[in-house]
């Protein structure tokens, strides 16, 4: 199985930038394209797709969000961090099965 | 627009089974794959099994595997997740999201809870 590890927690002021690091066991890249996709999820909401094929923004995303890396090393970057943004962060992998997600990481207010 | 409505949650009692269901409007039902994803109480997500178009193709989470059985009626435009064996570890908000082999979950449903207890 292919392991995603997120780091459990991140502190950081409103406006400015935000990075959430995953860092996957195996590649996950295939045919040129990333198999890895990022979800914010707030409490009490079912997740949310941002960031898919691990740099294109989801349909109704704001452009503050971003996603970068390849391989085995990917980062999701919040630019600047608003008030709104404070959730947790998942990554996902969808290159093999099972699909598996990092454990999240807590975006909170520092 | 894309509705995904889980039912069929609740309390069950550990060895026992119960039958998830996920009702699929807004989109042509039977040209997704879909899936049943869970996340335990205050924990992170799991995904459980996949279930392709037409059935060809189920994959499992070797969690699950031998105990739970996705299965999909594409003219009722539902999906189910038959859980048999239950354990206490199996107690978790449990969602429905369509995908594509090798696409993100897009769409999700707003989850049913199971609580596996005595």
């Known amino acids: 199985d292919i392991v995603l590890t997120q780091s459990p927690a991140l502190a950081v002021s409103l406006e400015q930038r935000a990075t959430i690091s995953c860092k996957t066991s195996?590649?996950?890249?295939?045919?040129?394209?990333?198999?890895m996709h990022w979800y914010q999820q707030k409490p009490g909401q079912q997740p949310k797709l941002l960031i898919y094929?691990?740099?294109n923004l989801a349909s109704g995303i704001p452009a503050r969000f971003s996603g970068s890396g390849s391989g085995t090393d990917f980062t999701l970057t919040i630019d600047p961090v608003e008030a709104d943004d404070i959730a947790t962060y998942y990554c996902?992998?969808?290159?093999?099965?099972?699909?598996?997600f990092g454990a999240g990481t807590k975006l909170e207010l520092k | 627009e894309v509705q995904l409505v889980e039912s069929g949650g609740g309390l069950v009692q550990p060895g026992r089974s119960l039958k998830l269901s996920c009702l699929a409007s807004?989109?042509?039902?039977?040209?997704?794959?879909m899936n049943w994803i869970r996340q335990a109480p205050g924990k992170g997500l799991e995904w459980v099994a996949s279930?392709?178009?037409?059935?060809?193709?189920?994959y499992y989470a070797d969690t699950v595997k031998g105990r739970f059985t996705i299965s999909r009626d594409n003219a009722k435009n539902t999906l189910y997740l038959q859980m048999t064996s239950l354990r206490s570890e199996d107690t978790a908000l449990y969602y429905c999201?369509?995908?594509?082999?090798?696409?993100?979950?897009?769409?999700w449903g707003q989850g049913t809870l199971v609580t596996v207890s005595s």
């Open positions: 999201a369509r995908h594509v082999i090798h696409t993100p979950f897009a769409y």
């Open positions: 807004g989109f042509t039902f039977s040209n997704y794959g």
């Open positions: 279930i392709s178009s037409s059935s060809s193709y189920i």
């Open positions: 195996q590649n996950v890249d295939n045919y040129g394209i990333s198999y």
């Open positions: 094929e691990g740099s």
């Open positions: 996902q992998q969808s290159k093999d099965y099972p699909y598996t």
